[in-house]
Every structure is written in structure tokens, then in C-alpha cells.
């Protein structure tokens, strides 16, 4: 019977929001795996279904606990309002209630931890119906708390591809729940080169206390077996209350998960000692290995030329035209190598970089056309005032 039952998918718009209020929809999915729908919330980042950004692609995120969904919901809007970071905008997606047959199937999983059932549903028609349903960009993260860290844990090990981050507070580990702990070794030295990411936190709660031990020996194998493409970390120094460690656990694990997308490398640092090849090698990996989709160097670069200006300033001009070849439709690009002639006193040159940089501008929001346009009339007020003197 269960063979008969197509996949389907009815798609209700369960929110019709204004400026101030986030698209929620409810997906419901049937499947060969149960024999009754599970429901989903889905919500979609603001201005996901404005003319202008259909074109755009976004990042997903899912956590199986349906009380989660309001606040990892609510913190992607805020993370994600202020330029994208350090959240870039994501469709959230959970169960919408309790479903007996899912949790019996992690029950089952739990008895019999080499069970494809739920691996197989996450992956053939959960996420599957998701891509089709949503314009994702084919990077995933989940979160999980307790038993559905330990999930997460799971996937990891059994099915990696399934996501690119994974967000855990206090998996349950304490009696080597799934198996773990035993098969952790072996399941971690057969990961591909793809990059992953994974932030485990546990603290000292009384629910918590049985699992530290598990969660420790978890981290000792990371420390043997985990290749160089995953990387991990493991914080059992988490002061917060047990109820708002999946929160914070969260915008941790996110921070950390996105800060080689937002934070440009130090000019002193390994890779960028080894000069502007080395960073462009760095951010094309991040793309092909990580993201699945370009990752700029340009704010890294930039920060190589800056170094070079006191000691080297030829060799900076030469950076800086660099990056304006290797970016040409970046306003900011342009503006650096103009800030650049500007310290150099070389204010025309500074004037007639920086009119490309206005121009270029244009495309992005009028805050970033404002700064330049701003930035241009500083240069032609020193002008001026240097014709006056």
C-alpha cells in the first residue's frame, strides 16, 4: 500500500505579509515513508517574492523541533536586515507539530541506528521538495537541540552531503545514542573533500551532565580523525541557562559558519603572506569546496594593497588596479584604488577613479551610492580649497 502513495505537495500561502511581516508558508508532504502528510512552516526572507529578486537564490536552513521555528526565524531577519551579516537571508524550515510516525522512525532509528529510513525521507523528499518547491542555492545548515543534535551528528556521519553546516546544543550522546561515538572514527576519515562545518556546545545542566562525557569523547575523535575539510568546533564552556543554549548555540554556530564569507583575512595572516595569488586560491576553494558559488577576495585583497601603501606604494597602486580587473562591476573596487591616490595626494586621479566608483554605484541601494557620491564631493571640495590656496 505504502508503495502506492505517490509523493505529493500542497502548497498553502499561510500569510499574506506587508513590509513589516515575514511569508510563511505551510508545506505539506506526502511520502511512501508515512502514511499520514507532514506539514512544514516555511519562511521566506523579506522581499522573497518581489519582482526584483527573482532572480536571487538563498541559503536553507532546517531544525526538526516545531517551537523552534519563531525564534530561528525571527533571528535570520535580524541577522540578515543589515547588509546580510552575519546571517545571509534564509528560508526556515520546520515540522509544523508533533507527527507520531516521524518520531516513531527516530525511536526506531535509535534501536537500530543502521536504519536508512529517515536519512532516506530527509534526503528524497524532504530536501528534494524543498529545492524543487523554493529557489535555493544548494547550501544547507541545521540546527538541532538534545536528541535532534544527536541527529544532526548522524546525518553528519552517515550523510554528509545532506548539509554544508551543522548547529548542535547538547546532543545526547550519553548512551552512544545512534552509535555514535563507535563508528565516529571510521565514518569521519571517509568524508570527501567537500567543506563542512560543525559547532557543538553542551553546558552543566542537570538534563545535560550525562552527556558531557559523550560529547568529550566525540571531540577526542574529531581531534584524531576529522579531516582537514571539516571544520569543528566543540565549546563546553557555555555558561547560559539550558533553555536558551539552542539560541545561542545558534548565533554562535552561524558566526562561525559564515566568518570566512564576512570577515576579510588580515594582511599579516598565513595565507596572505603568501601574497594575492595565495588569497584568489583561498576564496576559489571557498566557492567550488564550500558555497557552491562565488565568494569575493576583494575585501582581503584590498586589505593586502592597504599593507603595501607606507612601504611599497607602487605596489599597492599595482594591487589595486588589479582588484578593479579582477572586480569590474564593484563600485568599491574602484573607490579603494581612489582613497589610495587621494593619500597620495594625487587628488585628480583620486577624482577621476572615484566618478567611476559614483557610476558603478548606481546599481546597489542608495545608502552605498550615497557614500560614494559623498566620497567624490570630499575629493572636489580639496580640490577646490587646494586652487583657492
Known sequence: MLRCIKESITLVIALIFSSQVLATDTMQISSRFFTTPIDYTVTLPKGYHDEKNQHKRYYLHVDLHPRSHGSISQLNDWLSHNGEWP??????VTPTDYHSEFAAAFEQLGAEPTNPLLLDYLEQVLLTNLDKQYRTNGFRTYSGFMGNAALGLHILLNRPALFTGYILASPTLGENMFNINAIAETKLKTLDDRLRYVYISIGKHSFEKSHIAGVNTFKQTLERAAPQSLEWHVDFDTPNNYMSRPIITLINGIEGLFADKFTPLPADSAISKQ???????????LS????????????SLNSLATSFITDSPAEAEGLFKRIIGLYPESSYAESALAEFYSEQGQIEQAIAVQLRAVEKA????????????????????????SDTQ
Open 362 to 385: 548606481k546599481t546597489l541601494i542608495q545608502w552605498h551610492q550615497n557614500k560614494q557620491q559623498a566620497t567624490l564631493e570630499r575629493y572636489q571640495a580639496q580640490r577646490q580649497a
Open 275 to 285: 601574497g594575492a595569488d595565495a588569497i584568489i586560491a583561498y576564496y576559489q576553494r
Open 288 to 299: 567550488d569546496k564550500k558555497y557552491g558559488f562565488e565568494v569575493s577576495a576583494e575585501p
Open 87 to 92: 546571517w545571509p537571508q534564509t528560508i526556515i
